[in-house]
């Protein structure tokens, strides 16, 4: 039956307005100082065929030549905003009228995140008040956008196997609160999970073939579950965590993932191919993961360009492309 669902679901991917092709997105991040104008970087999504993208702050500029473009776009809000706008009715309304209302009739917003990776961490307390202050001030616009926040793989205290995955101490908290909201709401939990991380922090209990969806991996069994490969695995033990706290109704999107191209032995350009195009054929299946088969797991690649304001080695080399445009590798993005 399972079998037969995954079967189903992938026909009515070809038959359905490219459903799973629209779950594929690309992080487009800011921090260079000789990165392609708004215009040019809008341009070279559409001629991929990449319709969704993440952005980590409201740019008027990057917003504006989105304007028309049909591409869907998840919008981040900077983490020093969130206590006053968790504090501040009226900020959280100032902040949607700036930064939302005069783009709502041209550019397809679909997801507001408030903050990126802030817990665990002293901003934590203030997601959930954000999240809330933000969604009664879009409904309030008539601009109903779905609030959500980032987590980061250690919201959690277990992560194996993914049937034990559950929120540390330190989160469960505050984790009960937002996952309350989402369920409320029908929104969903929206995950960073690393699998490059994950290997080389422990290279000897998690390989490279698992991490890279290498076919040849031999994987891990939970159950009657059958992991194999590590991002699955990753937002299954999420998946589980939420469940334990009343979240099962909640979906995950992952907002990024990736591969870096340099910087150490395992952040090579091949590996860094591998992972995405394995990655994006996965999601484009829509095949899901064993806890949720069936269900494509929107999904966002890190990132649009290397970008060298960032600290030195592998986070300045997760591009797709160059600041010039030109490929740091090919991706075999689905064509319409």
Same mark, same amino acid.
């Given at each position: 039956?399972? %079998?037969?669902?995954?079967?189903?679901?992938?026909?009515?991917?070809?038959?359905?307005?490219?459903?799973?092709?629209?779950?594929? @997105?690309?992080?487009?991040?800011?921090?260079?100082?000789?990165?392609?104008?708004?215009?040019? /970087?809008?341009?070279?999504?559409?001629?991929?065929?990449?319709?969704?993208? %993440?952005?980590?702050?409201?740019?008027?500029?990057?917003?504006?030549?989105?304007?028309?473009?049909?591409?869907?776009?998840?919008?981040?809000? #900077?983490?020093?905003?969130?206590?006053?706008?968790?504090?501040?009715?009226?900020?959280?309304? #100032?902040?949607?009228?700036?930064? =939302?209302?005069?783009?709502?009739?041209? /550019?397809?917003?679909?997801?507001?995140?408030?903050?990126?990776?802030?817990?665990?961490?002293?901003?934590?307390?203030? /997601?959930? @008040? !954000?999240?809330?202050?933000?969604? !009664?001030?879009?409904?309030?616009?008539?601009?109903?956008?779905? =609030?959500?926040?980032?987590?980061?793989?250690?919201?959690?205290?277990?992560?194996?196997?993914?049937?034990?995955?559950?929120?540390?101490?330190?989160? !469960?908290?505050?984790?009960?609160?937002?996952? @309350?909201?989402?369920? !409320? +709401?029908?929104?969903?939990?929206?995950?960073?999970?690393?699998?490059?991380?994950?290997?080389?922090?422990?290279?000897?209990? =998690?390989?490279?073939?698992?991490?890279?969806?290498?076919?040849?991996?031999?994987?891990?069994?939970?159950?009657?579950?059958?992991?194999?490969?590590?991002?699955?695995?990753?937002?299954?033990?999420?998946?589980?965590?939420?469940? +334990?706290?009343?979240?099962?109704?909640?979906?995950?999107?992952?907002?990024?993932?990736?591969?870096?191209?340099?910087?150490?032995?395992?952040?090579?350009?091949?590996?860094? +191919?591998?992972?995405?195009?394995?990655? =994006?054929?996965?999601?484009?299946?829509?095949?899901?993961?064993?806890?949720?088969?069936? +269900?494509?797991?929107?999904?966002?690649?890190?990132?649009?360009?290397?970008?060298?304001?960032?600290?030195?080695?592998?986070? %300045?080399?997760?591009?797709?492309?160059?600041?010039?445009?030109?490929?740091?590798?090919?991706?075999?993005?689905?064509?319409?």
């Amino acid at each position: 039956m399972e %079998r037969l669902c995954v079967v189903l679901f992938t026909i009515a991917c070809i038959l359905s307005t490219n459903s799973c092709t629209r779950a594929i @997105g690309v992080n487009y991040g800011f921090l260079g100082d000789n990165l392609p104008t708004p215009a040019n /970087v809008v341009a070279l999504l559409k001629s991929r065929n990449i319709q969704k993208i %993440r952005i980590f702050n409201p740019n008027p500029d990057v917003l504006t030549a989105l304007g028309g473009s049909g591409i869907e776009v998840v919008l981040g809000v #900077r983490n020093e905003n969130l206590e006053e706008l968790a504090s501040d009715a009226t900020a959280a309304a #100032r902040w949607v009228n700036i930064n =939302v209302t005069p783009y709502k009739s041209s /550019v397809k917003f679909t997801y507001i995140s408030a903050g990126n990776e802030v817990i665990p961490g002293p901003l934590a307390g203030n /997601v959930l @008040g !954000a999240m809330q202050n933000l969604d !009664a001030a879009l409904n309030a616009a008539n601009s109903p956008i779905p =609030v959500s926040t980032v987590v980061p793989m250690q919201v959690l205290d277990t992560s194996f196997p993914p049937s034990n995955g559950k929120f540390s101490d330190e989160t !469960a908290a505050t984790m009960q609160g937002i996952v @309350g909201f989402l369920t !409320a +709401k029908k929104a969903p939990l929206l995950l960073n999970a690393y699998p490059f991380f994950a290997h080389t922090g422990d290279p000897t209990n =998690v390989p490279l073939d698992y991490a890279l969806f290498v076919g040849n991996s031999a994987g891990i069994n939970d159950g009657s579950l059958h992991y194999t490969n590590l991002l699955d695995a990753m937002v299954d033990s999420v998946y589980s965590a939420l469940e +334990k706290v009343g979240g099962s109704t909640v979906d995950i999107v992952v907002s990024e993932t990736g591969w870096p191209s340099a910087g150490n032995t395992d952040a090579a350009v091949e590996n860094a +191919k591998t992972y995405t195009n394995n990655l =994006v054929s996965h999601v484009a299946s829509g095949q899901g993961t064993p806890k949720r088969p069936g +269900k494509a797991l929107e999904t966002y690649i890190f990132a649009m360009f290397n970008e060298n304001l960032k600290p030195a080695g592998v986070e %300045r080399n997760f591009g797709l492309y160059y600041p010039d445009m030109t490929e740091v590798y090919h991706v075999n993005f689905p064509s319409s």
